[in-house]
């Protein structure tokens, strides 16, 4: 897989180039908009179940 990407990153580099970074961008967005807000909920839960023990 890596030896082929390597080929054709040797005859278009120019694709490359245009393509990476919108496509790095995507995907941090997605991993972003799915994991922060399993990590909120996450804390958010330890957070009320610490108020509710305090009551």
Do not use: C, D
């Not at 245009?18 to 995507?26: C, F, G, N, S, T």
């Not at 941090?28 to 990590?39: D, M, Q």
């Amino acid at each position: 897989m890596s030896s082929n990407f390597e080929q054709i990153y040797a005859e278009h580099p120019e694709w490359f180039g245009e393509w990476y970074e919108p496509v790095a961008l995507l995907i941090l967005l997605i991993a972003l908009v799915l994991i922060i807000p399993y990590i909120y909920t996450e804390l958010f839960e330890e957070y009320m179940k610490q108020l509710i023990r305090k009551r």
